[in-house]
């Protein structure tokens, strides 16, 4: 009977992970960390314009319900793009709702824009400040959740 032996090779890729020169997991964490903070401004004048450009959909004319919607839609979007990266996770959960309300709004329909003013508005008083304590930022996520909830019941009714 024979034996068969097979050498095994060592591919260059584990030989390069193996090698000293890399930085920590700790140090690249924290250069990340440096990189994203110097975002965190320009992510918050982002914000800032987005619910500006929300509250001002309710007075655009309705001329395209559709259009407008969307609008709205790819707005709230972008609000949450540019907060993730920063754990604002109570604006991005107001945004997430708001986006849940937008796609499904009937298309061919007068939509009630206050809807959108108040996640606007409410979105603005939860960007994170100090001012805003815990309990009133829960207070105001399950006001808007309550209001998530009631609409799309409503939308699911035939």
């Known amino acids: 009977m024979a034996v068969i032996t ?6 260059r890729l584990s030989a390069m992970i193996d090698k000293a020169g890399g930085i920590s997991v700790g140090a690249a964490l924290a250069q990340a960390r440096e990189n994203l903070a110097a975002l965190e401004d320009e992510a918050r004048r982002i914000i800032d314009a987005r619910i500006d450009d929300l509250v001002a959909l309710q007075s655009e004319s309705a001329d395209d319900e559709g259009a407008r919607l969307e609008h ?8 949450l793009d540019a907060a993730g990266p920063f754990a604002m996770d109570d604006l991005c959960q107001a945004a997430a709702g708001l986006c849940d ?4 709004a009937p298309r061919d329909q007068p939509y009630d824009w206050r809807i959108v003013t108040v996640h606007a508005q409410s979105m603005r008083m939860l ?3 100090s001012e805003t304590d ?3 930022r829960a207070l105001i996520l399950d006001n ?4 998530r909830d009631r609409r799309l019941r409503a939308q699911a009714r035939p």
């Open 6 to 11: 097979h050498v095994q090779r060592r591919s």
């Open 72 to 79: 709205a839609y790819r707005t709230t979007a972008a609000i």
């Open 101 to 104: 309300l937008l796609d499904v």
């Open 127 to 129: 960007l994170p400040t």
């Open 134 to 136: 815990a309990e009133a």
């Open 144 to 147: 808007l959740r309550q209001v």
